[in-house]
């Protein structure tokens, strides 16, 4: 099998299992968030504060339209701009709490999304499911095959 076949079956097994059902959808919808903003506040989150240099250098588009974006998601509450502690002529964004309640309901939607469309499976297929994502994440985890 190549990766691209198996890349190819893995998008479709996780959009049989995922869309459609529409939690983690409603909620973006009711936050006023697309998906390129929940993907810019997920990265900030990881990263724990980014400059938007930094943040263009991650993601496609211009400096103007991350600027942009990042502005929007601070005039929501989502984001926070402060003056870099290092040099304040950057800016240092994060996420506010509010964008990181938002982040954890959209985890819990996009759960409880993957919850309803596994529930069609077999409890033997989910348990080798199971088996198997715990195994790849293990991998994942330390860094590739052993």
């Known amino acids: 099998m190549s990766a691209r076949a198996d890349a190819d079956l893995l998008r479709r097994f996780v959009d049989s299992v995922s869309h459609g059902r529409g939690a983690a959808l409603a909620r973006m919808e009711e936050a006023g968030v697309t998906l390129p903003q929940v993907l810019l506040m997920a990265r900030v989150g990881r990263a724990g504060t980014a400059s938007i240099s930094g943040l263009v250098k991650l993601s496609p588009g211009t400096a ?48 409880q999304d993957y919850a309803a469309g596994l529930k069609r499976f077999s409890p033997r297929l989910r348990a080798g499911l199971h088996a198997w994502l715990e195994q790849a ?3 994942i985890e330390s860094g590739g095959s052993p």
């Open 137 to 139: 994440q293990a991998e």
């Open 64 to 111: 103007a339209a991350m600027s942009q974006m990042v502005d929007r998601l601070v005039r929501q509450g989502w984001l926070l701009r402060r003056e870099d502690t290092n040099d304040r002529r950057r800016k240092a964004v994060s996420v506010s709490p509010a964008g990181t309640a938002m982040l954890r309901e959209l985890e819990r939607a996009r759960t």
